[in-house]
């Protein structure tokens, strides 16, 4: 078992940045892909970033892509996602998840760990 706790989330303007951090403890390996999602308000969770266990192409959704940056330090258990120039549509509950097959895919029910969510929100 793996639990992930985020953090880092909060009430920001548009054009600011955020760095969601997500903590792994229990059995966490440096082979597992990872992923941060999201979900606004009203409706379904949405892929944001995945990262592969090693040497595999990181991919971003298209509405984050050249704003969002996702990174992890093994070594600490550690996720994160670097969020620039935010905007009002950025605003949800951010989740970080794990894929045990270390795909990072983006499709959630490939990930079998989740975390509880931070919020973020976005004012314009």
């Known amino acids: 078992q793996v639990q992930l706790v985020e953090s880092g989330g909060g009430l920001v303007q548009a054009g600011d940045s955020l760095r969601l951090s997500c903590a792994a403890s229990?059995?966490?390996?440096?082979?597992?892909?990872m992923g941060w999602f999201r979900q606004a308000p009203g409706k379904e969770r949405d892929f944001v970033a995945g990262?592969?266990?090693?040497?595999?192409?990181?991919d971003y959704a298209d509405s984050v892509k050249g704003r969002f940056t996702i990174s992890r330090e093994n070594a600490k258990r550690m996720v994160y996602l670097q969020m620039n120039s935010l905007k009002p549509g950025d605003t949800g509950v951010y989740y970080c998840?794990?894929?045990?097959?270390?795909?990072?895919?983006?499709?959630?029910?490939?990930?079998?760990?989740w975390g509880q969510g931070t919020q973020v929100t976005v004012s314009s």
């Open positions: 229990g059995r966490f390996l440096s082979t597992y892909g």
């Open positions: 990262m592969p266990w090693f040497g595999g192409r990181i």
């Open positions: 998840a794990i894929d045990r097959n270390g795909s990072g895919s983006r499709h959630e029910t490939r990930y079998d760990f």
